[in-house]
């Protein structure tokens, strides 16, 4: 039964670096059909994808985000990471880590398994 | 990207009756969409891939649907564990987007 859990700080400082991991247990993090991903939800709002990353290192991020981001892998841990530079309040939300499909010519499939979600605050 | 726009925002029902959620994509996703189901506290749920096939473990009472751009989440009748939030989903290509969610609450 896979798991995913997401880990790390709860409070961030704004123009700091927001640094999560996901631990995945039940399952190898290398898999040939499956990306590895971060979504994220602000406070009473809807989901926003933030970015994923095959187990090779190949990764694919959101526009509005690419340039404060980075979502490494390790996989000799079945562990992967956001960074997120530079944080302000907007971006206070709950990060879930995610598994989604991959299909022909690496596009994307469904989200099947998500972790709980870790609340991270951005304030002073 | 994609935008995917759900309607109602709320749908106030009671045990029993049929819920009808709508997703509407901008542009073309073909069958590419999936809905989610989010409780209070929790993860989020897969229940419908490739517009109409339902995830592991998911009673036949909810279903999907498609006509174009346009997808219909179906709970045919409402038990008391499907009050919560549903979203869809592209994933037709990058970047993954979702529709704004819709709320079905008790009535």
């Known amino acids: 039964h896979l798991q995913l859990q997401e880990s790390g700080p709860g409070l961030v400082r704004p123009s700091e670096t927001l640094s999560l991991t996901c631990t995945v247990s039940g399952g190898s993090i290398i898999t040939t059909n499956h990306y590895w991903g971060w979504i994220r939800q602000s406070p009473g709002k809807g989901l926003e994808w933030v970015g994923s990353?095959?187990?090779?290192?190949?990764?694919y991020y959101s526009p509005s985000l690419q340039r404060r981001l980075t979502i490494p892998v390790d996989t000799s841990k079945n562990q992967f990471f956001l960074k997120l530079t530079s944080v302000t309040a907007a971006d206070t939300a709950v990060y879930y880590c995610?598994?989604?499909?991959?299909?022909?010519?690496?596009?994307?499939?469904?989200?099947?398994?998500w972790g709980q979600g870790i609340l991270v605050s951005v304030s002073s | 990207e994609m935008v995917l726009t759900q309607s109602p925002a709320t749908l106030s029902l009671s045990p029993g009756e049929r819920a009808t959620l709508s997703c509407r994509a901008r542009q073309g996703v073909n069958s590419n969409l999936a809905w989610y189901q989010q409780k209070p506290g929790q993860g989020l749920r897969l229940l419908i891939y490739e517009a109409s096939n339902r995830a592991t473990g998911i009673p036949d009472r909810f279903s999907g649907s498609a006509s174009g751009t346009d997808f219909t989440l179906t709970i045919s009748s409402l038990e008391p564990e499907d009050f919560a939030v549903y979203y869809c989903q592209q994933y037709n290509n990058w970047p993954l987007t979702f529709g704004g969610g819709t709320k079905v609450e008790i009535k």
């Open positions: 990353i095959y187990h090779s290192g190949s990764t």
């Open positions: 995610a598994r989604h499909g991959r299909r022909y010519g690496a596009l994307p499939r469904e989200i099947d398994s």
